[in-house]
């Protein structure tokens, strides 16, 4: 299943970076859940059907582990892909900083606003499972 990444001409770096989602798409890193983890959330954008579940293993301050489990367009899955790899070994105190800008760098290429919450919902499932964590340690405290 090929999927329509963008529309329009690419520039030759942008056929590479487009070629990389589709990779991520057809062959995820890290897709399966976890026997255990720190925290997991999971996201869905209702206007597209996307579901990204996060996983996040931490051990002390750094990520040890990240995984995701998910269906949709190949921006939404190559995206989790892409930040599971990224934030391993990540610390803790980093994640809730990665912002839009650091996923549309790892995937390259310019993103269309109908687009954008597909892309985003990997990092939107980092942010709410990062802080729910942290709400639920506090209260232990």
């Known amino acids: 299943m090929k999927e ?13 970076y ?13 897709k399966e859940k976890p026997e255990s983890c720190s925290f997991q959330h999971l996201e869905h954008n209702p ?13 002390g301050s750094r990520v040890e582990e990240s995984s ?12 989790a892909s892409m930040l599971t790899d990224k934030i391993k070994g990540m610390p803790v105190s980093e994640l809730q900083d990665m912002a839009k ?4 760098d790892m ?6 606003i109908v687009r954008l919450k597909c892309a985003m919902l990997s990092l939107k499932a ?11 340690n506090r209260k232990k405290q």
């Open 4 to 16: 329509q990444i963008s529309e329009g001409s690419l520039s030759e770096e942008e056929e590479i």
């Open 18 to 30: 487009r070629e990389n989602i589709l990779d991520h798409y057809r062959n995820p890193r890290n």
């Open 47 to 59: 206007v597209c059907g996307d579901r990204i579940e996060l996983f996040v293993k931490l051990s």
């Open 68 to 79: 995701f489990l998910g269906e949709g367009c190949a921006i939404s899955q190559a995206s």
């Open 101 to 104: 800008e650091d996923v549309l």
């Open 107 to 112: 995937l390259g290429i310019s993103i269309g």
């Open 126 to 136: 980092l942010h709410k499972g990062l802080e729910q964590y942290t709400e639920n």
